[in-house]
């Protein structure tokens, strides 16, 4: 029995090798998965949520270039390498964009970086107050691959930064979804009777109820916040996963090996999570992986509606928030590019719940 389904699990993976849209896919989303964990460690703006502010430089085009004169702070930043890797580092330091600069008698004068063509005003720097042997080492010319905000903060950084929510938001949710889900069905579905007719209407309850208007009512609950996004939204995809599962249980547990389960003396909690569950996963891995996808866009536009994550943390929906009005106002790569990153990592699920669904079916050749 376990080499019949190790051969069946063999073959699954050949047919999904062979989806060429599915291996992208795949390897896109772990490609995203790095960037989310790792996202400080790629981000130009290593600070927490990669939330450095210049005014004078905000709105700017993909591939802008200024330069930036950083001073040291006085304050000692005591944070852990852990720390700086996973969560950002504690800026300390002041960084003014400039368009010139002299250094006369151990005194920087600069011009502070002024755009549509205004004058900056000028002003001087003792540079004996900071230790450094070169002065101009305190000056370095930085490029903004995909331009800055309307705060002027580097939206490559921001971008890198709010895929991690995204990213993660698809596998604490589809955790919870699965937990409730495959609990509640599998009740449902082996036990039949009144137990059935009780989770069957709660879940048409709850399936009658907009998702996003149910989200919205969890998430006030809870309050707004990081995790209370998480939560909310994996608590309103159980339902599928539940029907999912009750209907499986219901065709197969009249099979000839439930019942030799049965005649064995078997419990039925083993009778389930033994012998039925393993049998009807297929479906429900397809329908994980739809649920991925639907989650991301689900936490996007609550975060469009203001109660997804909180500023200053970086989200591609409050990305597309702040800037959609830039659309008309001749910028719109402020919006498009977080758009299409939620577009891209949504399809990449969407694809690859696709070659999973061809991959699991035994009837296709």
């Known amino acids: 029995m376990s080499q019949n389904s190790s051969s069946l699990s063999q073959l699954a993976l050949q047919k999904f090798k062979h989806n060429f ?4 896919s795949f390897w896109f989303i772990v490609f995203v998965g790095i960037v989310s964990v790792f996202a400080y460690v790629f981000a130009p703006d290593d600070s927490k949520n990669a939330n450095q502010m210049h005014l004078a430089i905000h709105s700017k085009k993909p591939g802008f270039k200024v330069q930036i004169l950083t001073l040291p702070a006085s304050i000692e930043n005591n944070q852990s390498f852990v720390d700086k890797l996973f969560f950002g580092n504690n800026n300390t ?33 003792d540079l004996s107050n900071y230790a450094t042997d070169n002065p101009v080492n305190l000056i370095e010319e930085r490029t903004f691959l995909f331009g800055t905000d309307k705060y002027g903060r580097d939206l490559l950084s921001r971008v890198l930064v709010g895929a991690r929510i995204s990213f993660f938001i698809g596998f604490v949710a589809v955790f919870i979804s699965l937990v409730i889900g495959i609990f509640m069905g599998s009740i449902a579905g082996y036990f039949g009777g009144k137990v059935d007719a009780f989770i069957m209407w709660i879940i048409n309850v709850t399936w009658s109820i907009p998702t996003l208007l149910l989200v919205i009512a969890i998430t ?46 078997f419990n039925d909690f083993r009778i389930i999570t033994k012998h039925i569950l393993p049998n009807i996963m297929a479906p429900v891995i397809v329908i994980s992986a739809a649920n991925f996808a639907a989650a991301i866009l689900i936490e996007s536009g609550l975060s469009f509606l203001g109660i997804g994550a909180q500023p200053p943390m970086a989200s591609w929906g409050a990305m597309i928030k702040d800037h959609y009005n830039y659309i008309i106002l001749g910028k719109p790569y402020l919006a498009l590019i977080p758009g299409l990153c939620i577009m891209s990592l949504v399809m990449a699920f969407m694809l690859i719940g696709n070659a999973l669904r061809d991959a699991l079916d035994v009837k296709s050749g």
């Open 21 to 24: 849209w599915g291996v992208f």
């Open 93 to 125: 330091e002041t960084e003014i964009p400039i368009s010139t600069y002299q250094i006369k008698n151990n005194t920087l004068f600069y011009t502070e970086y002024a755009s549509d063509g205004l004058e900056g005003a000028v002003k001087e720097l």
């Open 220 to 265: 006030l609950a809870l309050g707004k916040g990081f995790w209370q996004v998480f939560i909310a939204v994996g608590l309103t995809m159980w339902v599928e996963v539940a029907r999912v599962v009750r209907g499986q249980i219901i065709s197969v547990k009249e099979m000839q090996y439930v019942t030799a389960a049965r005649a064995l003396g």
